[in-house]
């Protein structure tokens, strides 16, 4: 067990490695950012920053030898890089959990080899394929590329034949996959850690609701019926253990209107839909995360309150001075710089009580 005044090394500087970094803080720990330079939200709160590209190797060596163990807050943080870091100091999770969620396909595959199900999906590595992909899924489909892909970007929908032509170019022309289109009920996700000794502990699964490809809710209870939360949990703890993962993941779902569920796709890292976890549990994710990956008991998931994230998005940020005197509101700001279209700039979490009236 890393004893507190230890430092947690965290390979990106996002919101996410600054809600890390925080909590880290409240257990007495330091952590060191690496982040390429730009506006890094992380970086105005942690112990010590390495500013460099990932491809710095004197960077890499300095930031590993300055911290007891390391995690990453983005999944597009190159492999090799990690590979490299993870040769000097512990990495949690690994270098392979990171490996299969790059990339679509390897990730799909993954989870084929589990016999989880997916979304219908055909590789396509150009527009010859990609005619005989949507021959075999069907439409309307997804195109998306296989990586570097998020919050919707590199993606193209494909509703009728009229949008397959150019649709490779559209993605970039870059190796994709063509997953079918799911006509889902609801997306839920579970967010769970899983322990250095195996344990894992999940917490209740969080409805979600997506606005232009981009999270813009999540609430919790989600409205599925117990079973479906376990055989979510239950499927989420097989991944954990298939990849001997250590630390919090976040796994997407789709609830099918026969109550299967299909898996979208997994974060290693904590997850934007288990925010809600900041106000109304006692220990969050990003504590959760911290306790994991410094070998600690995991935390109690339990939740005390049902509870609402909004995401503010670009200009929503504007009014966070409305939000700052709304009664009951737990209001956080990530610091960054510019509202630029699409960005995360905070969110919000409203809680209630199991009767449904605002907590206050
Ligand atoms: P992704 O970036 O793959 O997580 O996609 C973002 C959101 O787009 C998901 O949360 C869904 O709301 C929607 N989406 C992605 N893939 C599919 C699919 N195969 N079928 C239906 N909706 C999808």
Known sequence: MLA???TIGILGGGQLGRMLALAAARLGLKSHIFCPPGDNPGSHVCDSITLAEYDDAAARARFAAAVDVATYEFENVPVDCVAEIAARVAVRPGVEALRISQDRLTEKNFLAGLGIVTAPFASVDDAAALTQAVARIGLPAILK???LGYDGRGQSMLRTVLDVPGAWERVGASP???EGFVDFEREISVIAARGIDGSIASYDPPENLHKDGILAISRVPAQIPDAIAREAAALTSRILTEMDYTGVIGVEFFVLKDGRLAVNEFAPRVHNSGHWTLDACAI???????RAICGW???DTARHSNAEMQNLISADVMQWSALAVEPGLCLHLYGKDAPRPGRKMGHVTRLFDKSGTLVR
């Open 4 to 6: 507190p005044g230890s």
């Open 145 to 147: 590329t296989r990586r």
């Open 176 to 178: 994709s996959i063509l």
């Open 284 to 290: 969050s994710q990003f504590e959760q995360h911290i």
């Open 297 to 299: 008991p995991l935390g």
